[in-house]
């Protein structure tokens, strides 16, 4: 019950920092605390999470991470959440994913970095699960309408869906 209190709390959490005009009641779930823990510092557009092991897990897009890896900058990075009240959380990134890019950085044509995509799309993670202490993180390209003129209704494209996995917590 515990893990599902938090995870509510954790959703209510993001929704009320994000949308400022989203209100959660406290009279809902008697006795249940709200508010919302913003981690400012941060940035990034993508943010799921999971519950590993041992923590909650998750990974952020375009994030420049917490504490020494703050202001990295990746395409996507790996992050632990550690505590025990969900306004009181604290973030750690576990791995930058440098392989993966910097912040929104192609390849190719584009004449970006020799780490990201060949094909001038650039790495992010759709999701991440943990099973039996393995963690599985979806990731794909994505092609940005700003750089490709070609897309249609200017839509975000996305290719090459892949599932990678880490056996030590995110640490490679």
């Not at 599902?4 to 009320?16: I, K, S, Y």
């Not at 750690?92 to 780490?115: K, V, W």
């Not at 979806?138 to 003129?149: E, F, G, H, L």
Request: hydrophobic share 35%.
């Amino acid at each position: 019950m515990m893990h599902r209190l938090l995870c509510l709390v954790l959703c209510c959490a993001a929704t009320t920092s994000f949308a400022g005009h989203w209100q959660l009641k406290a009279d809902v779930i008697e006795g249940m605390e709200t508010g919302a823990r913003r981690y400012e510092e941060t940035f990034g557009d993508t943010c799921i999470s999971a519950w590993g092991d041992d923590e909650v897990y998750l990974v952020s897009d375009d994030s420049r991470g917490f504490g020494q890896a703050k202001n990295a900058e990746r395409n996507w990075m790996i992050h632990r959440l550690s505590g025990t009240n969900p306004l009181q959380l604290v973030g750690t990134t576990i791995n930058t994913m440098d392989e993966y890019g910097l912040r929104n950085q192609p390849n190719g044509e584009l004449g970006c970095g020799a780490s990201a995509a060949q094909d001038g799309r650039a790495w992010k993670a759709n999701g991440i699960t943990c099973i039996d202490g393995v963690i599985y993180v979806a990731i794909s390209k994505y092609d940005y309408p700003w750089r490709n003129k070609k897309l249609i209704d200017m839509r975000q494209t996305a290719a090459d869906a892949s599932i990678i996995k880490t056996i030590d917590h995110g640490l490679h």
